[in-house]
């Protein structure tokens, strides 16, 4: 019975995928990040003067539709009201002219903001977003001077010492931080009710910040010319750099932060509000907007490569052969998207090849290792019948290999960005912000992928230091933190998974420690949940209910460790089965992250790709 239940589950999900298929061959699911890009883009329009009423009448309803009972808004359904999302939320609704102070809901976020610290308690890009737009006062210092965008790569501390998402977003800031732009317009609202106290400073230094912080200071010193003229050269060398980076869309490289800040700080430089840079930017933005449940959402960026990839990946899994028109159709898709374009990944990676894939469907300069490995086992089985694959296929394997950090794991998006000066940086997270370490669900899956997908043995160099990393880097109760999923249960899923698939036996002391802690951590309902207090806490925190993709995920970790089905096993597929056209706050919860505490995302793919890759692997194994 199992058998035919499993059968028919994979059938439903595969159906549902070929309806969801788009006529160019990619599936163009959701990437949610909660209500922040509805609200800066509320802010945006108005104090862009774009009033494109219907847009920001309808992002207001959403945003409204997800304000809690006390006032607030929450990132997630188990969390508490957090100030950041509920401020950008209160400015916004007032902003849009469609909401009065004197508004019940409004008077109710007012004194949610107030009861949590008010203005000064938020988060360094909302205070930063307030001061563009001539909330607060800019601070007399910011932490990283403009300067620093001409000191040398040679240099112990310089501008590609950090991680590609956090330049892209610091060279803006730096520009507006040290011209102290402030943007207001006649329908600006008045927050001044929201300060508890007058402090404008955005940071808190610390004692090895400031000696660190002199030395950088010494090396801009030796910069050779008048401090005006290297001033104005870091000025055109910052402009210069967001300039060169603007995706065909218009998008500062497809994030719609990076994007908002680049706006205004062009404005800042001169540019009008009707520049065609300016005005294709936000066209760019405007293109991002996908629908939920009706009302508009504006998308951090598109994950369309990253959800074609995946998806046709598992359908292969499930047994739909190349030849398949739905997977014939997504491979020619993918195909198409490799890049050729050297990026910044060439700064640290100089004698690599371009051949990596980006995450968004408009990426051509900023590929990341995990979106590659992705594209690549969906390609994989077309390689031997098409010269056209085989070509990309080389590329792309011989890039991930090129983009290995010097201790052993995997990064995203660069390699070797993870110095430890980072952390005396007075920046709100700039771990996640500036940082890009290897990480194990990075490092686990591409493991998995040159263990299963290409003809390296276990004892080739980089598979060897990988594993090496990967055993060093798993916690006490045999757990692995996973950056970029949401989150010990996603990175032990990937790290164990890619332990397997490069030779590590199911009965060494790593994977059997592994896998106790994952039967341990099992519901009573034969699933597995997992909350996204984890990563806030830096330990494993249950949901206490289960969901389709934590389960899924469980469920693979056990697949590829038992030779036979066990009842830890049997259970969550069985939950799977049960739960599969589940529609409650369980199948919106987050299951990926960007920035711990404050950044979650919501993949509406993932309930299909993951179940339906448990579903496969279990019947592969065992039938």
């Given at each position: 019975?199992?058998k035919?239940?499993?059968s028919?589950?994979i059938?439903?999900i595969?159906?549902?995928?070929r309806?969801?298929?788009t006529?160019?061959g990619?599936?163009a699911?959701p990437?949610?990040t909660?209500?922040?890009?509805?609200?800066y883009m509320?802010?945006?329009?108005?104090?862009?003067e774009?009033n494109d009423?219907k847009?920001?009448?309808?992002?207001?309803?959403?945003?409204l539709?997800?304000?809690?009972?006390?006032?607030?808004?929450k990132?997630?359904?188990d969390?508490?009201g957090?100030?950041?999302?509920t401020?950008?939320?209160?400015y916004a609704l007032?902003?849009?002219?469609y909401?009065?102070?004197?508004?019940?809901?409004?008077?109710?976020?007012r004194?949610f903001?107030?009861n949590k610290?008010g203005?000064?308690?938020?988060?360094?890009?909302?205070?930063i977003m307030l001061?563009?737009?001539?909330q607060i006062?800019?601070p007399?210092?910011?932490?990283?001077?403009l300067?620093?965008?001409?000191l040398p790569i040679?240099f112990?501390?310089?501008?590609?010492?950090f991680?590609?998402?956090?330049?892209v977003n610091?060279?803006?800031?730096m520009l507006?931080?040290?011209?102290?732009?402030?943007?207001?317009?006649?329908?600006?609202p008045?927050?001044?009710?929201?300060?508890?106290r007058e402090?404008?400073?955005?940071v808190r230094?610390?004692?090895e910040w400031r000696?660190?912080?002199s030395?950088?200071?010494?090396?801009?010193?030796?910069l050779?010319g008048?401090?005006s003229h290297i001033h104005?050269?870091?000025?055109?060398?910052?402009?210069?750099?967001?300039?060169?980076?603007i995706?065909?869309?218009?998008?500062?490289?497809?994030y719609?932060?990076?994007?908002?800040?680049?706006i205004?700080a062009?404005?800042?430089l001169?540019?009008s509000?009707?520049?065609p840079?300016?005005?294709n930017?936000?066209?760019?933005?405007?293109?991002?907007k996908c629908?939920?449940?009706?009302?508009p959402?504006?998308?951090?960026?598109t994950?369309?490569?990253?959800?074609?990839?995946l998806?046709n990946y598992?359908?292969?899994?499930a047994?739909l052969p190349p030849?398949d028109?739905?997977?014939?159709k997504?491979n020619q898709?993918?195909l198409?998207?490799?890049h050729?374009?050297?990026?910044?990944?060439?700064i640290?990676?100089?004698?690599?090849?371009p051949?990596?894939w980006?995450?968004?469907?408009?990426?051509t300069i900023?590929?990341d290792?995990?979106?590659?490995?992705?594209?690549?086992?969906s390609i994989a089985?077309?390689?031997?019948?098409?010269?056209?694959?085989f070509?990309?296929?080389?590329?792309?394997?011989?890039w991930?290999?090129?983009?290995q950090n010097?201790?052993g794991g995997?990064?995203?998006f660069?390699k070797?960005?993870?110095s430890?000066?980072i952390?005396?940086?007075?920046?709100?997270?700039?771990?996640y912000?500036?940082?890009?370490?290897?990480t194990?669900?990075?490092?686990g899956r591409?493991?998995?992928f040159?263990g299963?997908?290409?003809?390296?043995?276990?004892e080739?160099?980089?598979?060897?230091s990988a594993?090496h990393?990967l055993?060093?880097?798993?916690?006490?109760?045999?757990?692995?933190?996973g950056?970029?999923?949401?989150c010990?249960?996603y990175?032990?899923?990937?790290?164990?998974?890619?332990?397997?698939a490069?030779?590590?036996l199911?009965?060494?002391?790593?994977?059997s420690k592994a896998?106790?802690?994952?039967k341990?951590?099992?519901?009573?309902d034969?699933?597995?949940g997992?909350?996204?207090?984890s990563d806030?806490n830096?330990?494993?925190?249950?949901?206490?209910?289960?969901?389709?993709?934590?389960?899924?995920w469980?469920?693979?970790?056990?697949?590829s460790?038992?030779?036979?089905?066990?009842?830890?096993?049997?259970?969550?597929?069985k939950f799977i089965?049960n739960n599969?056209?589940?529609?409650?706050w369980t199948?919106?919860?987050?299951?990926?992250?960007?920035?711990?505490?404050?950044?979650?995302?919501?993949?509406?793919s993932?309930?299909?790709?993951?179940?339906?890759?448990?579903?496969?692997h279990y019947?592969?194994?065992y039938?």
């Open positions: 019975m199992l035919i239940d499993i028919e589950g059938d439903q595969i159906e549902k995928l309806r969801d298929q006529p160019n990619s599936w699911y990437f949610e909660g209500i922040s890009t509805d609200s509320i802010i945006l329009l108005r104090a862009l774009i009423e847009l920001i009448y309808q992002l207001t309803e959403r945003i539709s997800r304000q809690e009972k006390d006032g607030g808004w990132l997630y359904h969390g508490d957090n100030i950041s999302i401020l950008e939320a209160y007032l902003y849009s002219g909401y009065l102070k004197s508004d019940e809901r409004m008077r109710a976020a004194q903001i107030l610290g203005i000064e308690k938020s988060h360094m890009f909302t205070k001061a563009i737009t001539g006062k800019w007399l210092f910011f932490p990283i001077q300067e620093l965008i001409l040679s112990p501390i310089n501008f590609y010492s991680s590609e998402p956090g330049r610091m060279a803006p800031i507006l931080a040290d011209r102290k732009f402030r943007l207001k317009t006649k329908n600006s008045n927050l001044s009710e929201l300060k508890v402090d404008n400073e955005f230094e610390s004692a000696s660190f912080y030395s950088i200071k010494n090396g801009i010193d030796c050779i008048l401090p104005k050269q870091a000025t055109e060398q910052a402009k210069h750099y967001m300039l060169a980076r995706e065909k869309d218009g998008t500062l490289h497809g719609f932060s990076s994007t908002f800040l680049m205004f062009l404005l800042s001169g540019y509000k009707t520049h840079i300016i005005i930017a936000v066209k760019g933005l405007m293109d991002m629908e939920i449940n009706g009302l959402h504006m998308q951090y960026t994950a369309t490569v990253w959800n074609t990839s998806i598992a359908l292969q899994e047994g030849s028109p739905m997977v014939k997504a898709y993918l198409k998207r490799q050729f374009k050297y990026g910044d990944w060439i640290h990676n100089p004698k690599a090849f051949g990596g980006g995450f968004a469907d408009i990426n900023n590929p290792v995990d979106d590659t490995t992705a594209s690549l086992r089985r077309s390689v031997q019948q098409d010269p056209n694959f070509q990309s296929w080389e590329r792309g394997v011989q991930v290999l090129s983009m010097n201790d995997w990064p995203a660069e070797n960005t993870d430890n000066w952390k005396l940086i007075p920046i709100e997270k700039a771990n912000i500036l940082s890009d370490p290897s194990a669900d990075l490092t591409t493991l998995e040159l299963n997908y290409t003809n390296l043995l276990k080739h160099p980089s598979i060897k594993v990393w055993m060093n880097d798993q916690k006490n109760d045999g757990s692995w933190y950056r970029w999923g949401n010990y249960i990175g032990t899923w990937a790290a164990v998974t890619g332990l397997i490069t030779g590590t199911s009965t060494h002391q790593t994977v896998v106790k802690w994952m341990e951590i099992q519901n009573h034969g699933g597995w997992e909350s996204c207090k806030e830096g330990k494993y925190i249950p949901l206490n209910t289960s969901t389709l993709t934590d389960t899924a469980a469920v693979d970790t056990l697949i460790v038992s030779d036979q089905p066990t009842k830890e096993i049997n259970s969550g597929i089965l599969i056209n589940i529609e409650d199948s919106e919860y987050p299951k990926g992250q960007g920035m711990a505490g404050d950044f979650y995302i919501h993949y509406h993932y309930r299909y790709i993951f179940p339906l890759l448990a579903l496969a019947k592969n194994t039938f």
